[in-house]
């Protein structure tokens, strides 16, 4: 969470206190009616010796949809609303498994001049993704996961899991980065470029192999520029980019 709660821009205003409060209370009430009425958990899906890609937004999704086009995968999400009806929801058997806690990290947060607390949705939503995803994983690990967001809260926790429970881990970068980002902790990464690079190397504590790839999602392009560019119908060819 150091990337979403460190300095003083992370701090409320006092006119945003308000919904602070009520929306800790409701989340306190959800949480105390949800420990009183704990169903039976579910079937839980098979994911043992499969290869699964884990995703919770579009831009994850169209990240490594080509994937499908080498491997049998699985598509799988903690999203509680699936972005499309092909990826697994796994979100019903997550356990909550820190209810407790995360109040007492908010509560310490508070307090502490060097942190603040403007990203409480994400701690009140997310903060004990690493116990629940190594609860569900752990016997039921896939032979390999598939991501592409390696900052967000609820994907460090499943990346923190998978090293706890050694399953490969494979990330490929979606979208442009910056310099708060956490280290590389990867089997292995694929990064767009030289930049990119550049940025995670000043963390002194990324492991795993990295390989410059390009951004794949211009591909499909690629022979269409090869055919109108022989044809003289392009000379320059654009490409937009964030640093």
Avoid: W
């Amino acid at each position: 969470f150091n990337l979403f709660i460190t300095g003083k821009s992370r701090r409320l205003n006092l006119n945003e206190i308000p919904d602070f409060l009520y929306t800790v209370s409701k989340f306190i009430l959800f949480d105390i009616l949800k420990f009183f009425s704990r169903e039976k958990t579910k079937e839980i899906p098979d994911f043992r010796n499969k290869k699964i890609a884990y995703v919770d937004t579009t831009n994850n999704y169209e990240a490594l949809k080509f994937l499908k086009n080498h491997y049998d995968i699985l598509f799988v999400t903690s999203a509680k609303s699936p972005v499309n009806d092909e990826l697994i929801g796994i979100f019903d058997y997550l356990k909550d498994s820190t209810i407790l806690r995360k109040y007492l990290f908010l509560l310490y947060l508070s307090i502490n001049n060097k942190y603040g607390i403007k990203s409480y949705l994400s701690i009140l939503k997310y903060y004990n993704r690493d116990e629940d995803h190594y609860c569900f994983f752990k016997d039921n690990a896939p032979s390999a996961i598939f991501i592409s967001n390696d900052h967000e809260p609820k994907s460090r926790g499943l990346i923190q899991a998978a090293q706890l429970l050694t399953i490969p881990i494979f990330y490929f970068q979606h979208a442009s980065v910056s310099n708060r980002f956490p280290p590389l902790n990867f089997t292995a990464s694929f990064l767009y470029g030289k930049y990119s690079n550049m940025i995670y190397k000043t963390k002194s504590c990324s492991r795993g192999d990295t390989y410059l790839v390009g951004n794949h999602k211009f591909d499909i392009f690629k022979h269409e520029i090869k055919e109108k560019a022989n044809v003289g119908e392009i000379s320059i060819v654009g490409i937009a980019y964030n640093e």
